[in-house]
């Protein structure tokens, strides 16, 4: 071979080299677009900006719920490459097995993508968290996103606020994947029923991030980035003092307080007993606190106020009256006698025969046995049945026997029975007043909850109306939007029959059962009631509004297993509305004192007997 | 008769000097471009390896011209000296070197750190051009290729024990010069299928690869005249072939470093390990391959820029060509190398004088060994040697080895008119 032909063969190998080195080229950077991903994946983090949830304040503007910093800890678990995985552990105090485990679970749930930021770990305390990020560089895929989770300022009204939680997999199907695992949803009161109001809309931001996963600034000036839209603040109606008041003196005792601006349907307070912290489902904590709390026999997360059946004892005596006078059986002067009852169901000794207003003053079982009688008895309908319908209908229309549509979840019906009700039980056109005769005096299969009892108070209160309740006042400061909340439902009774019940009423603080409740200076009308309870001691029952003319408050009151309504419920409720109406509680030491120290949660209590009859 | 002609401007060769140019500005961007930050944009910054780059292009530069200035007698006259001074220098550092990054190569003058390896390049090549230029010298002779071979390896095997495995290696890039100079084709033969075993039997269980070995022998004696000699020559080879194959697991397992080991493995998909020897590669190819079809601009590479590249100034350089001008701009660079190279090799056979041409070859030799290896590595196609992209990567001591390697064959080549060197002699 000649020399120019030797230094081809060099050239040849230089150009058959190129050649080689050109393909693989045409393949990395044309053919095979994953190194291209990879590079964007490399560099753009997606991150999601959590907006702050908005504020809740009660009626007088004072806070009740904000937000604080919690330290979330987030992986991308495609970009987790050559972890030392003991470090990491040593670092989070987790074990290799919890490790293993969380990445499993993190694998499950749903709209998981390898190159997607999941959760790894949540709400990492200060000390952790700091811990890692000194550690974050030998960590590539782990971030720590910093979010926010609810303080309730206050220890109380936690079944009107709520709590957050974190979203199941329901939750995030049901979104359309607008939830990723680890975002919290608001799981009852208005965290829940105002989610979509509170939380406000996730943001995205794309950011640049270097080999140590350090952020270099955002991508494309953010031009793809979304930002987060901040939750809206909301007012409750709630009259924060009131409730504080209100769970005060729930202490120690089981039951409900109920308390309704007549005029709009905002409920002042909504109190529980017994009742949680809303801060135990803050933070780390949350799950077990939840499961403590689920097995507390006494029921603390149970919605009372909202849910719980009572027999509506007394309220349907007001009721009663109405519907009498509406129906024409019934007018001012028609008077009973009493005997001690009427037929099986007693009375309380006092004078005979009563009126109406006297009847209502004494709380007279027999005049309203007798008064249910000629309702249902009318011989204006054709059929039993169909007085029954229009009886039931008239109840009906006071919101009783199905929900009335608050805006909280968990809202029970109670129980109102229909005709038909009656129908399979006794058979059709075979049974009559006297078979139901126990519904006069709000006992048999009756419930009724205590928001309906305050709701009914207010209907009477605003002669012959009522406003759905509800929780929300404004939102953003604009009135709540929903305009079933400006609805009046008035009632079948017309206004005119008012006057009577409502002196009647008045009567029973001035000189019947309740007058343990007056409050000098304010003109209440209340009623009280001893619901008889089949399963124990009676509940004490007061319902009331105040004052008079241009009613403020409607209260209702139940103390379960205490007895007289005058011993605990009629009190209870008279602190309260001066609490709300003068803004004092303190004006009768003695009988706050007694409220405050009473404890009627040992089942062998002596301060309260058993009582067969009705007051 | 002594000659001090000057050589005239117009007998340099301008292309070869243009493509210096383009090659050493292009490498400045690319080095300012793997490491710009926003805080530190002006490109003399010295505190940063673009300001530094600067400085050492423009010793460079003087360096250049002074060696196109000096008389070109003068690297014939001090070649031998030359080479003796680079293997003292080279000893030197194994003795006094600061180690940097595993490798004792490097002596520190002042700031700057300079690696002796670099300049036996240069020097192993002027004393190899002298010696077997040299009158009467054939490369047949036995005594001329064991001296030509004993110059070649004395300075690998100082590197080598530097710890410098890729600067030892391009030694054996002098293999395509001495093909020129009379090397039987076979030798460069006889390397390519010593690499090729060498890689099979990394990946291949040896014992497969002696019965394919045996297999073929047997076929090949089936085919050929089945004299003696030529079945001797067959068993012979097919025996050393199969020895050959089965050291080389041996030295693999006990001869190689554990990084070394590693960066094999994680080539031939034995391992894979992302955060140590894999995760150079793996970057690189994805700078690379993200570049697309025209790249994403000057500056705009963000795997360069948020150091997803290791080393991405120095080995890894090629990189930022490929991530911020794309197939297009890689392959205009791969043509303009080949270019370079290609010219060089032209101009070495135009020399009347035996030691300019010889000269030229190992200039092309190295150069060609250097891009094969480094382009090759960053596109994942050979384990990771560490060394430099000539003109390209940052760094003074690779970037003046490289201008004086250079600008010694342009300046023999400006001279090349001169009647052979023997005459004065």
């Not at chain 1, 009613?551 to 005058?566: T, W």
């Not at chain 1, 303190?586 to 009473?598: F, I, N, Q, S």
């Not at chain 2, 050929?224 to 080389?248: E, K, T």
Request: proline fraction near 4%; hydrophobic fraction near 45%.
């Amino acid at each position: 071979m000649d020399s120019l032909g030797k230094r081809n063969v060099l050239i040849a190998i230089f150009v058959a080299l190129a050649i080689i080195y050109i393909i693989r080229l045409v393949f990395l950077q044309l053919v095979d677009d994953s190194y291209l991903r990879s590079a964007q994946q490399n560099v753009l983090q997606e991150q999601t900006i959590y907006p702050a949830r908005g504020l809740i304040y009660d009626r007088k503007g004072e806070l009740l719920v904000y937000n604080d910093a919690i330290y979330d800890l987030n992986v991308i678990p495609e970009q987790v490459k050559g972890l030392d995985t003991a470090m990491f552990c040593k670092v989070l105090g987790i074990t290799k097995d919890d490790f293993i485990a969380k990445f499993e679970k993190m694998k499950r749930s749903v709209g998981y993508a390898p190159y997607r930021p999941g959760l790894f770990e949540k709400q990492l305390n200060i000390p952790t968290y700091a811990a890692f990020q000194e550690h974050l560089f030998d960590f590539p895929g782990f971030y720590v996103n910093v979010r926010t989770d609810r303080k309730y300022k206050f220890a109380d009204a936690a079944h009107v606020m709520g709590y957050i939680g974190e979203v199941t997999d329901r939750d995030i199907e049901k979104s359309a994947e607008y939830y990723r695992m680890g975002d919290f949803i608001g799981i009852s009161g208005v965290e829940k029923s105002y989610e979509e109001v509170l939380r406000g809309q996730k943001g995205v931001s794309y950011v640049l991030v270097d080999s140590k996963n350090r952020t270099q600034g955002r991508y494309k000036e953010g031009q793809f980035d979304t930002p987060a839209v901040a939750g809206q603040n909301i007012e409750l109606s709630i009259d924060h003092q009131l409730q504080a008041l209100g769970e005060e003196l729930l202490k120690n005792k089981i039951g409900s307080v109920v308390a309704i601006e007549p005029s709009t349907g905002e409920i002042l307070a909504l109190v529980a007993s017994p009742t949680y912290d809303p801060n135990l489902f803050v933070g780390r904590e949350r799950g077990n606190n939840y499961m403590k709390l689920l097995r507390d026999p006494s029921k603390p997360l149970f919605n009372r106020p909202l849910a719980a059946p009572y027999p509506p004892g007394s309220i349907f005596k007001i009721l009663m009256s109405l519907t009498g006078q509406q129906e024409g059986v019934l007018n001012p002067s028609t008077s009973y006698a009493c005997h001690r009852g009427y037929l099986f169901v007693g009375c309380h000794p006092h004078s005979s025969p009563l009126q109406l207003r006297g009847a209502i003053a004494v709380s007279c079982n027999a005049y309203f046995c007798q008064v249910y009688r000629s309702v249902v008895n009318n011989p204006r309908y054709p059929r039993v049945e169909n007085a029954y319908t229009s009886f039931h209908d008239h109840m009906e229309s006071f919101g009783l026997g199905k929900k009335l549509g608050v805006d909280l979840f968990g809202e029970g019906g109670g129980l109102l029975p229909t005709s038909k009700y009656y129908d399979k039980i006794y058979g059709r056109y075979r049974w009559q007043a006297l078979t139901t005769i126990s519904l006069g005096i709000g006992q048999g299969e009756l419930g009724i909850t205590p928001l309906q009892m305050a709701n009914a108070t207010a209907a009477v209160a605003n002669r012959g109306y009522w406003i759905t309740p509800h929780i929300v006042k404004t939102i953003d400061g604009k009135k709540n939007p929903n305009p079933e909340y400006n609805n009046k439902h008035w009632t079948t009774i017309d206004t005119s029959y008012f006057p009577i019940v409502i002196e009647g009423m008045h009567d029973v603080v001035m000189a019947g059962t309740a007058r343990i409740a007056q409050i000098p200076g304010i003109e209440i009308c209340g009623k009280t009631g001893t619901a008889q309870n089949p399963h124990g001691k009676d509940h004490s029952v007061f319902f009331a509004f105040a004052p008079k003319d241009n009613p403020k408050i409607a209260i209702a009151v139940i103390v379960e297993n205490a007895g007289f309504g005058a011993t605990w419920a009629a009190p209870i409720a008279s602190l309260m509305m001066e609490q709300y109406l003068t803004g004092k509680h303190d004006t009768r030491p003695a009988l706050l004192d007694r409220m405050l120290k009473g404890n009627l949660t040992h089942k062998n209590d002596t301060n309260a007997t058993t009582q067969t009859i009705k007051n | 008769m002594i000659q001090t002609q000057q050589p005239k401007p117009s007998k340099i060769d301008w292309l070869t000097l243009v493509l210096y140019y383009a090659f050493v500005i292009a490498g400045l961007l690319c080095i300012y471009a793997s490491v710009y930050k926003d805080t530190h944009p002006m490109i003399y910054d010295t505190s940063m390896n673009y300001g530094k780059q600067v400085i050492w292009i423009a010793i460079a530069s003087f360096l250049g011209m002074l060696i196109l200035l000096v008389d070109e007698k003068f690297f014939y006259a001090f070649s031998y000296p030359i080479y003796v001074l680079t293997i003292l220098l080279l000893i030197a550092v194994l003795l006094l070197g600061t180690t940097v990054k595993g490798s004792s190569s490097w002596i520190e003058i002042g700031g700057f750190r300079m690696q002796p390896a670099e300049f036996a390049k240069f020097g192993t090549s002027l004393a190899l051009a002298r010696y077997l230029g040299g009158f009467n010298i054939k490369f047949s002779d036995r005594k001329v290729q064991y001296i030509s071979g004993a110059m070649i390896l004395l300075p690998m095997v100082i590197i080598l024990l530097q710890n410098e495995t890729g600067s030892a290696l391009v030694f054996a890039s002098f293999i395509f010069m001495l093909y020129r100079e009379g090397l039987p084709g076979y030798f460069l033969f006889l390397g390519f299928m010593m690499a090729l075993f060498g890689v099979l039997a990394l990946v291949i269980p040896s014992l497969y690869l002696i019965i394919a070995i045996a297999v073929f022998a047997g076929l090949l004696t089936l085919m050929i005249r089945r004299n003696r000699q030529n079945l001797l020559i067959v068993a012979g080879v097919a025996i050393l072939a199969c020895g050959y194959v089965s050291s080389i697991g041996y030295a693999f397992e006990n001869i190689l470093q554990p990084h070394q080991k590693s960066r094999i493995n994680v080539l031939l998909g034995k391992e894979v390990d992302l955060k140590g020897a894999g995760y150079n590669v793996q970057q690189s190819k994805i700078a690379i391959g993200s570049g697309g079809l025209v790249g994403k601009g000057f500056l705009e590479g963000t795997q360069n820029k948020f150091r997803f590249v290791p080393e991405q100034s120095t080995d890894f350089i090629f990189c930022t060509i490929g991530e911020e001008y794309g197939f297009v701009g890689s392959v205009l660079f791969v043509m303009l190398y080949i270019l370079l190279l290609w010219r060089i090799l032209v101009m070495a056979e135009r020399q009347r004088q035996k030691f300019n041409r010889i000269y030229g070859y190992c200039v092309a030799s190295i150069l060609f060994f250097h891009f094969a290896i480094n382009i090759g590595m960053t596109l994942g196609l050979l384990p990771v040697i560490g060394i430099p992209l000539p003109f390209f990567s940052y760094g003074g001591s690779s970037l003046l080895s490289f201008t004086i390697l250079l600008f010694i064959f342009i300046r023999l080549d400006a001279n090349r008119q001169n009647e052979l060197r023997g005459a004065f002699e």
